[in-house]
């Protein structure tokens, strides 16, 4: 088994109504971390000592986080590196299995410099978990008598899903300040972001990790897709016109219903077929012209008739209903795409992980 294929691992990542998620895939990072637990120390040891110390520090953040991993999945990861191998062992992640690796083959100094910026984020990722556990009104009622900036801050360290509810609970002006800082916004020192963790901790419970450029760039597109589509197009222009760089980049990142014509016919048909009820027509029906056409001709003629029929049949529709039922389709289509279903037709479900 090669180095050249762990590295290739190490670099590479992956990117309701609805049907049951099954278990997210692991990232490049996650496999070649079980691949070096399951080999064990010490012929984990010597393919590490061919990584560099980059690559190194990504496997290591990976492996600390990896948590408990079942046999079933070891298994496929393994045959994903070497097709003869059938049978894996559930293997266990941890803090102290990373820095004992480190340590069989690195100078003490130099495992220290690679484990200091993973050791805090991981004793704080409970106080993540509680945090992001609470009420939506909880939190807002929280945020709401702090100051913009360090609302901004809690919220880019919160789940997405948590941002998008708590954001228009705090009103529309605020909401719209509290983003346009979101997205400004660079690493917090680290002494503000202590005080901040100690005030929530107090208060509360939380406490966070700092996000790259790039991350929080995907994090405000994951917040922008799921939030409320009238909320977004009204403060779009505003932003546009004051941070117009900023702005177009998260845009870029967006996966939107009109993103979905861009799919190959097929897996675009399989979206439409696996959505209950009306969801199809009512979502077409607030579609672009370009949109409604790609989903069209992605169907059979007689499915294509019949679905134009009730269309045009179906009176007049809201604007909240055409949303939601768009909403549906996105993330029914993320689903497919985790489970290797269908493909996304930008991101990280382009990647190969191996």
Do not use: C
């Not at 997210?24 to 984990?44: D, N």
């Not at 900036?149 to 789940?159: E, F, R, Y």
């Not at 529709?317 to 909403?327: E, G, I, K, L, S």
């Amino acid at each position: 088994m090669a180095a050249a294929d762990i590295k290739r691992a190490t670099s590479s990542s992956t990117g309701s109504g609805k049907p049951a998620r099954r278990p997210k895939k692991l990232t490049g990072p996650q496999k070649a971390a079980v691949l070096f637990l399951s080999l064990g120390e010490k012929r984990g040891s010597a393919l590490l000592q061919q990584l560099d110390d980059d690559e190194i520090q990504q496997m290591t953040r990976a492996m600390s986080g990896l948590g408990s991993i079942s046999s079933e999945t070891v298994e496929q990861v393994l045959t994903d590196f070497v097709q003869d191998i059938t049978n894996g062992a559930g293997v266990v992640g941890s803090f102290a299995a990373a820095e004992n690796l480190l340590r069989s083959l690195m100078p003490g100094d130099k495992v220290d410099g690679i484990l200091k910026d993973i050791r805090g984020p991981l004793k704080e990722r409970d106080l993540w978990a509680r945090f992001n556990a609470l009420s939506e009104n909880v939190i807002a009622n929280y945020l709401k008598g702090e100051h913009e900036q360090t609302i901004a801050a809690i919220l880019s360290n919160v789940n997405t899903d948590v941002a998008a509810k708590v954001l228009p609970i705090l009103g529309p002006e605020k909401m719209h300040n509290v983003v346009e800082r979101m997205i400004r916004m660079e690493a917090v020192p680290h002494h503000m972001m202590q005080q901040i963790e100690e005030s929530l901790q107090a208060d509360i419970m939380n406490a966070g990790a700092q996000p790259t450029t790039a991350e929080q760039h995907q994090r405000m597109a994951d917040l922008f897709n799921k939030l409320d589509r009238n909320a977004f197009d009204n403060m779009a222009p505003e932003l546009e016109e004051k941070i117009p760089d900023t702005f177009n980049a998260i845009r870029a990142k967006m996966f939107t219903f009109e993103d979905l014509a861009k799919m190959e016919a097929m897996d675009l048909a399989k979206i439409m077929r696996g959505v209950p009820g009306n969801t199809l027509p009512t979502a077409l029906r607030g579609a672009t012209d370009i949109a409604r056409d790609a989903f069209l001709a992605a169907l059979p003629a007689r499915s294509r008739d019949m679905l134009t029929e009730e269309m045009e049949t179906m009176g007049a529709v809201r604007r909240r209903d055409v949303n939601a039922a768009q909403a549906l389709m996105l993330d029914y289509a993320r689903q497919l795409a985790d489970d290797d279903q269908v493909r996304l037709p930008f991101g990280e479900d382009d990647e190969d992980i191996f």
